[in-house]
């Protein structure tokens, strides 16, 4: 069974930046089109950033573009957000999962990992 591991998370103030890692057991990420999501105190978990593994091509959510980049590392089987410029609003637990396509915003796996938390301070 397929295991994410995501990594990363802290404090940080507003402006700051932070890495998240996503590892998984169990499969490789190749072929694969993984993502970002996160769910903030209250709120239901949203897309937040998606790579379709092959070919590196990448698609983000509107409230992330310009400040947040997802990469992966292929010997590594490892998938990364680097965010900067973090807001207040950003706070939230980051999880990383499978999605079908590089359109798609559903997570693919039932299984979650236990995710990140990130907390931005004004």
């Known amino acids: 069974q397929v295991q994410l591991v995501e990594s990363g998370g802290g404090r940080v103030q507003a402006g700051g930046s932070l890495r998240l890692s996503c590892a998984a057991s169990?499969?490789?990420?190749?072929?694969?089109?993984m993502a970002w999501f996160r769910q903030a105190p209250g709120k239901d978990r949203e897309f937040v950033a998606a790579?379709?593994?092959?070919?590196?091509?990448?698609r983000y959510a509107d409230s992330v573009k310009g400040r947040f980049t997802i990469s992966r590392d292929n010997a590594k089987n490892t998938m990364y957000l680097q965010m900067n410029s973090l807001k207040p609003e950003d706070t939230a637990v980051y999880y990383c999962?499978?999605?079908?396509?590089?359109?798609?915003?559903?997570?693919?796996?039932?299984?979650w990992g236990q995710g990140t938390q990130v907390t931005v301070s004004s």
């Open positions: 169990g499969r490789t990420f190749s072929g694969s089109t």
């Open positions: 999962n499978a999605i079908r396509t590089i359109a798609s915003t559903q997570a693919l796996l039932d299984s």
């Open positions: 790579i379709f593994w092959t070919y590196g091509s990448t």
